[in-house]
């Protein structure tokens, strides 16, 4: 166990290609449980972050596009595509996810009302406090906000 720690904190990669060997190799009592649990762990928690961070972009083109008509643009509608893409995907890696999208969409419009008022210089009062759209529109593929 106390090469598990050494190599968990000296080297990571090494430290990851050493328990998956004693795992294969069925070796369980020398596998550093703890550290690799935590592993695990940060791997949902970066799905998570992962998918609150592309309902945040999603979002925040999806105002811009509504409420910055002069602005609209081909790359736009390609972030917004893109985006909904990503999220399929992590919904297919994690499906988990899905259900908690919901409950993620008002923080992720807040970060996007606060980056849109930023990045296009209008109004605060422009952008709605909650979030316009429900998650099936933001998540809708054919879904292009109007004014």
Known sequence: MALNAILYEDDFYAWTVEQAR???AGELAAVDAANLAEEIESIGRSDRRELQSR???LT???L???FQLSARSRNWSATIEEQRLQIEQVFV???SLRPLAAGM???AYAIARTRAIAETGLADDMFPANCPFTL???LSRGF???P
């Open 60 to 62: 925040m083109h999806l």
């Open 144 to 146: 292009l906000p109007e």
């Open 136 to 138: 099936d529109e933001v």
């Open 22 to 24: 004693l795992l294969r």
């Open 105 to 107: 969409l008002p923080r």
């Open 55 to 57: 309902l945040v972009v």
């Open 64 to 66: 811009k596009w509504r």
């Open 93 to 95: 890696e994690s499906r």
